[in-house]
């Protein structure tokens, strides 16, 4: 069943809303055009994951001699880091950034009729 969050205006680009939907806190999520929700819940102790900051992926870059010249962000790949201990999952998939089998509990979301829903 479809649950109307919020108008997609109030839901800005890099922000999280964090509801209650029958009895489960989730955390929905705009980057750009695109929307995610997760379970407020960090499969490693429980923790708040949803409620933690957003950064995005580290890359280290090389030269054409494959000499590490420095890191550079890639803001493509925004993570959700939990706030307890600082696993970090990736924001479109809801999956840890180093062992996709320990993962945010995912559901869909879908924006039609002015809203953001989120089927549960
Ligand atoms: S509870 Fe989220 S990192 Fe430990």
Not at 111 to 118: A, K, L, Q
Request: contains cysteine; hydrophobic residues 35%; aromatic residues 10%.
């Amino acid at each position: 069943m479809e649950h109307l969050i919020c108008s997609p205006d109030d839901l800005p680009t890099g922000e999280v809303r964090i509801v209650t939907v029958n009895a489960i806190e989730i955390g929905v999520f705009r980057q750009g055009d695109e929307y995610f929700a997760y379970q407020n819940v960090c499969p490693h102790q429980g923790g708040p994951a949803c409620e933690g900051m957003r950064t995005p992926q580290i890359e280290d870059t090389f030269d054409a001699k494959g000499l590490f010249t420095g890191q550079r962000l890639d803001e493509d790949d925004m993570h959700i880091v939990c706030p307890w201990h600082g696993y970090e999952f990736h924001l479109r998939t809801g999956e840890h950034v180093r062992d996709s089998k320990v993962r945010l509990r995912r559901f869909p979301v879908t924006i039609r009729d002015g809203g953001v829903y989120v089927a549960m």
